[in-house]
């Protein structure tokens, strides 16, 4: 069971994070879920999660803030935005400051399995 | 003796040639019609050798005579009070029939002339009248002249008051266009401003727009933020009870489920068309145009959507001719294109059929249609397909209907593009949905 891959959820909306976690485990992922950008760097100070899934717009420190330091302190984990803002550019933003893959809310489930599934190939 | 009248009249000719030829050069050029006033009354005494004279003007609204001005040897605040009306002067003299009027004693003055003539301390008078076109425009009253008045002074001063009259005319005709040219630039002054007034007003009412423009859209991206989160919570519940998360679900809880999903799934795509629409209409979508192979699009559009028509018995195929390709937005024309097909397979039966097919054409586009064999479209409902709103009635009443938005949006991105989009028959009279662009050859060369 140690071998089963740790994802951190970040989001600050409970349902969704209720829905991921649920949904990963069934996967047979263990999960971390932080509420936004500040507690997801205390949890990355301590754990090195295989994937981080990300939501933008949180109180505090926002996803888009936080990109940066979540990328140093975690260099080899890959980084899952989840948004519910359909914007190009924004996608490019998040690219450029570390951010490995852009997933839209509402999110199709299989889209999900597959990047986690390519960010542990990749890893 | 009389040689010395002889020179002395010579003398006088001269002197009063002069004085005419001087009066008509001067005061033909004279506009400021005070100085005009001053210099005729000082010339005119000056050369009769009087001590006093005005000259007063008629003024018809009034029908007085009434004082001007500077005069010669009467302070001016005396000649502002000079008003005599023409009815009282005409019991006193009239000039059209009795010519000018010379009184050389105080006994000769009828008394009302008295009342009139008391300020000015004069113990002789000859008045002359001011004549143009026939008109009494005014007169020239002269007063103490030593000696008295002569003939030949009255006869001198007839032809002076016939130019002084010509000379007023003109200063007065003068000021008044210089009022009216003053009036004029007043007018354009103040119309200029008027103008600079309103294109202040635009400008503040244009910035005001922008920004409430701009409100609209932050406002419009927040709404479809926020109804994206409750939605995305939605789905993804439903996504995991029918994914077995919580456990086995029975046929009917799953059929609800799927009920539940597919309208999380068509609101989303409302919220998204709406969004599009409004980004679309404030002109805020940007194309970035690359080289696009439109074969290859259709050949991954139809393996994209294929496991959509397979358990629907529908058949979907692209047939590929040689084509050149375009130069497009490729997310832009793969939503149009998605949308028509998505369009196709809503409204074709079971057993159909929805083929995708795109060829050159000779006006220089590539045309790509999307044909279907469901119950077509009648001719008279062609163009309003892509009226927003607009909705056909459904063969398939399982699936809720789309947002009524797509083949607006498909529209407007396809005239973005520079192309066209239109409703012809379609086999086995279902529709075929044609969009053409221009070819990436004629693209370039129409820059």
Same mark, same amino acid.
């Given at each position: 069971?140690?071998?089963?891959?740790?994802?951190?959820?970040?989001?600050?909306?409970?349902?969704?994070?209720?829905?991921?976690?649920?949904?990963?485990?069934?996967?047979?992922?263990?999960?971390?879920?932080?509420?936004?950008?500040?507690?997801?760097?205390?949890?990355?100070?301590?754990?090195?999660?295989?994937?981080?899934?990300?939501?933008?717009?949180?109180?505090?420190?926002?996803?888009?803030?936080?990109?940066?330091?979540?990328?140093?302190?975690?260099?080899?984990?890959?980084?899952?935005?989840?948004?519910?803002?359909?914007?190009?550019?924004?996608?490019?933003?998040?690219?450029?400051?570390?951010?490995?893959?852009?997933?839209?809310?509402?999110?199709?489930?299989?889209?999900?399995?597959?990047?986690?599934?390519?960010?542990?190939?990749?890893? | 003796?009389?040689?010395?009248?002889?020179?002395?009249?010579?003398?006088?000719?001269?002197?009063?040639?002069?004085?005419?030829?001087?009066?008509?050069?001067?005061?033909?050029?004279?506009?400021?019609?005070? #100085?005009?006033?001053?210099?005729?009354?000082?010339?005119?005494?000056?050369?009769?050798?009087?001590?006093?004279?005005?000259?007063?003007?008629?003024?018809?609204?009034?029908?007085?005579?009434?004082?001007?001005?500077?005069?010669?040897?009467?302070?001016?605040?005396?000649?502002?009070?000079?008003?005599?009306?023409?009815?009282?002067?005409?019991?006193?003299?009239?000039?059209?029939?009795?010519?000018?009027?010379?009184?050389?004693?105080?006994?000769?003055?009828?008394?009302?002339?008295?009342?009139?003539?008391?300020?000015?301390?004069?113990?002789?008078?000859?008045?002359?009248?001011?004549?143009? #076109?026939?008109?009494?425009?005014?007169?020239?009253?002269?007063?103490?002249?030593?000696?008295?008045? =002569?003939?030949?002074?009255?006869?001198?001063?007839?032809?002076?008051?016939?130019?002084?009259?010509?000379?007023?005319?003109?200063?007065?005709?003068?000021?008044?266009?210089?009022?009216?040219?003053?009036?004029? #630039?007043?007018?354009?002054?103040?119309?200029?401003?008027?103008?600079?007034?309103?294109?202040?007003?635009?400008?503040?009412?244009?910035?005001?727009?922008?920004? @409430?423009?701009?409100?609209?859209?932050?406002?419009?991206?927040?709404? %479809?933020?926020?109804?994206?989160?409750?939605?995305?919570?939605?789905?993804?519940?439903?996504?995991?009870?029918?994914?077995?998360?919580?456990?086995?679900?029975?046929?009917?809880?799953?059929?609800?489920?799927?009920?539940?999903?597919?309208?999380?799934?068509?609101?989303?795509?409302?919220?998204?068309? @709406?969004?599009?629409?409004?980004?679309?209409?404030?002109?805020?979508?940007?194309? =970035?145009?690359?080289?696009?192979?439109?074969?290859?699009?259709?050949?991954?559009?139809?393996?994209?959507?294929?496991?959509?028509?397979?358990?629907?018995?529908?058949?979907?195929?692209?047939?590929?001719?040689?084509?050149?390709?375009?130069?497009?937005?490729?997310?832009?024309?793969?939503?149009?294109?998605?949308?028509?097909?998505?369009?196709?397979?809503?409204?074709?039966?079971?057993?159909?059929?929805?083929?995708?097919?795109?060829?050159?054409?000779?006006?220089?586009?590539?045309?790509?249609?999307?044909?279907?064999?469901?119950?077509?479209?009648?001719?008279?409902?062609?163009?309003?397909?892509?009226?927003?709103?607009?909705?056909?009635?459904?063969?398939?009443?399982?699936?809720?209907?789309?947002?009524?938005?797509?083949?607006?949006?498909?529209?407007?991105?396809?005239?973005?593009?520079?192309?066209?989009?239109?409703?012809?028959?379609?086999?086995?009279?279902? %529709?075929?949905?044609?969009?053409?662009?221009?070819?990436? =050859?004629?693209?370039?060369?129409?820059?």
């Amino acid at each position: 069971m140690t071998d089963a891959p740790l994802v951190l959820v970040v989001d600050d909306e409970a349902d969704l994070l209720q829905i991921v976690r649920d949904r990963l485990e069934s996967w047979g992922y263990r999960v971390l879920t932080a509420r936004d950008g500040l507690e997801a760097l205390a949890y990355l100070a301590a754990v090195r999660p295989d994937s981080v899934i990300l939501d933008l717009k949180m109180p505090r420190l926002g996803g888009l803030e936080a990109l940066p330091e979540v990328r140093r302190a975690a260099p080899e984990t890959h980084i899952i935005v989840l948004t519910g803002s359909p914007n190009r550019p924004l996608a490019e933003t998040c690219r450029a400051r570390g951010a490995d893959d852009f997933l839209l809310k509402p999110f199709d489930p299989g889209e999900l399995l597959r990047l986690l599934a390519r960010g542990r190939s990749r890893g | 003796m009389a040689g010395l009248l002889d020179v002395f009249r010579r003398r006088w000719r001269y002197r009063a040639l002069e004085g005419l030829h001087e009066i008509s050069q001067a005061f033909a050029a004279m506009t400021d019609i005070q #100085e005009t006033y001053g210099r005729l009354t000082r010339r005119i005494a000056e050369l009769i050798g009087a001590e006093r004279c005005v000259i007063s003007l008629y003024e018809p609204r009034t029908r007085e005579m009434v004082g001007q001005a500077p005069g010669y040897g009467v302070p001016d605040e005396i000649i502002r009070t000079f008003r005599y009306t023409v009815d009282t002067l005409r019991t006193a003299w009239n000039f059209r029939t009795q010519g000018p009027m010379v009184k050389n004693h105080p006994a000769e003055f009828p008394p009302v002339q008295w009342d009139y003539l008391r300020p000015f301390a004069v113990y002789n008078v000859t008045v002359v009248p001011l004549v143009l #076109e026939g008109r009494i425009i005014g007169m020239v009253s002269m007063g103490n002249k030593p000696g008295g008045f =002569s003939q030949n002074d009255v006869r001198l001063l007839t032809v002076f008051a016939a130019q002084a009259a010509v000379a007023i005319q003109n200063a007065r005709l003068y000021t008044h266009l210089e009022e009216s040219a003053q009036q004029l #630039e007043a007018k354009v002054r103040s119309r200029t401003a008027e103008l600079e007034a309103t294109y202040r007003e635009l400008a503040v009412s244009h910035a005001r727009l922008r920004e @409430l423009d701009q409100l609209k859209s932050d406002f419009l991206s927040n709404v %479809s933020h926020e109804l994206r989160t409750p939605l995305a919570a939605i789905k993804g519940f439903v996504d995991n009870l029918l994914d077995g998360v919580t456990g086995p679900l029975a046929d009917r809880q799953r059929h609800y489920l799927q009920r539940v999903l597919d309208n999380a799934e068509r609101l989303t795509r409302m919220v998204s068309d @709406l969004l599009d629409l409004t980004r679309i209409e404030a002109g805020k979508i940007e194309l =970035s145009a690359e080289t696009v192979a439109i074969g290859e699009m259709l050949e991954d559009l139809v393996e994209t959507l294929r496991p959509l028509t397979r358990d629907r018995g529908i058949a979907l195929a692209a047939e590929l001719g040689p084509c050149p390709p375009v130069r497009a937005d490729a997310d832009k024309i793969l939503q149009v294109l998605t949308n028509l097909v998505s369009n196709g397979l809503k409204f074709t039966p079971r057993g159909g059929r929805v083929s995708l097919a795109a060829r050159e054409s000779p006006d220089g586009t590539v045309r790509i249609a999307v044909s279907d064999t469901g119950p077509g479209i009648p001719p008279e409902e062609r163009d309003r397909v892509f009226d927003k709103f607009y909705q056909l009635s459904r063969v398939d009443g399982e699936r809720p209907p789309g947002s009524g938005l797509g083949l607006t949006i498909a529209r407007h991105l396809v005239e973005l593009h520079g192309g066209r989009i239109w409703v012809e028959d379609g086999p086995d009279g279902g %529709s075929t949905f044609v969009v053409a662009l221009p070819a990436a =050859s004629s693209a370039e060369t129409a820059r």
